[in-house]
């Protein structure tokens, strides 16, 4: 059964950091994109960040550029959100994703093949 399972969520209060991690079982993901959706309260899914399975191409949303870096360790099978500089407008539950294609269809797209369960992310201000 393949899962991604998040972890790192918590409450911070505007200006701080987290650091998000997914990790995969089930399966290998050291061929997919691996990437970040989250969907804040009556709004909209969007997409976060993604790399490619050999990390040579990193995709952002326009609102966490500069502020958000997305890496991957393909032996732990794991992949990771670090967000600093944090604001009240990025409170959300956060989900990883994993998928075939490329990073830049899965933004185009906004869809992938796997998806964990989310983790919430709480900024104060």
């Known amino acids: 059964q393949v899962q991604l399972v998040e972890s790192g969520g918590g409450l911070v209060q505007a200006g701080g950091s987290l650091r998000l991690s997914c990790a995969a079982t089930g399966r290998t993901f050291s061929s997919y994109t691996m990437g970040w959706f989250r969907q804040a309260p009556g709004k909209e899914r969007e997409f976060v960040a993604a790399?490619?399975?050999?990390?040579?191409?990193?995709y952002y949303a326009d609102s966490v550029k500069g502020r958000f870096t997305i890496s991957r360790d393909n032996a732990k099978n794991t992949v990771y959100l670090r967000m600093n500089s944090l604001k009240s407008e990025d409170t959300a539950a956060y989900y990883c994703?994993?998928?075939?294609?490329?990073?830049?269809?899965?933004?185009?797209?906004?869809?992938?093949?796997?998806w964990g369960q989310g983790t919430q992310v709480i900024v104060s201000s």
């Open positions: 994703v994993a998928d075939p294609r490329t990073g830049m269809e899965v933004y185009r797209t906004g869809s992938a093949d796997y």
């Open positions: 790399i490619s399975w050999n990390v040579g191409n990193l």
